[in-house]
């Protein structure tokens, strides 16, 4: 079971992969953007990896509406909305609960990708982050590596698309050729999702195995 604390390290850890990431983000939205995406999105994980350090909210849904209201507040681009509204929402489709199992990550966040969809008019095919974000929460019932394979792949598939939402549409058929930078920073939250999924299972291996070590000796 997923409690607040993975949702917190969830977003840690993403704050400091778009650090890492935020040049090659912003490369990407340089030939079919305006060349800010990485610095959009570093400063909005920034700013909710303060929030959640300073005042950790007790549920997962609380980190993730938190997290979301604070992307929306702190990010100019199109993609604070966009990405706000996705853990917003995945936030709220998760509710109260204490603890939430994958499964009901996967349906929480496939609320915030039709919220996302709803909100930007974007349908897969598009060249956004759409397109790493439906393969990804379809594969999430299967498991957490699927998830950030499909994420990844899905990324990939939009360099041969013709953008037709977001800034890339005005460049018509120049936007082919170019991987999209939303659906690159998608690709991350899911590896990140994944990556803290593998942490917690090692912590808990390693826990067993000190417990193991205890009644041995
Ligand atoms: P801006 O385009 O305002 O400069 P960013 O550069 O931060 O904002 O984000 C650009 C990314 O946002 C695009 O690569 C695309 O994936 C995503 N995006 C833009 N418009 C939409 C939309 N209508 N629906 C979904 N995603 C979108
Ligand atoms: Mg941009």
Redesign the pocket.
Known sequence: MLDADFFRRWMAVTSTTVDREAERLTA??SP???A??GS??RRGFSAVRAALDKEPPATPGAVLTRSGRLLIST??????P?YGTLLRRTGKALGDAPEVSREQLAEALRTGVAA??Q????APG?????DALVPAVDALGDSFAAARAAAEKGAVATTPMRAR????SYLGERSIGHQ???????ALLIACLAETSETSEASEASGTYEAGEVSGG
Do not use: E, F
């Open positions: 990407l939205d079919i953007g305006d800010d995406h959009n999105l990010v100019g681009g199109a993609s604070g966009l996302v969809r909100l930007g008019g974007a598009d060249k956004t982050m759409i939402k977001g800034r890339a999209d930078p939303g659906a690159t920073s998608a």
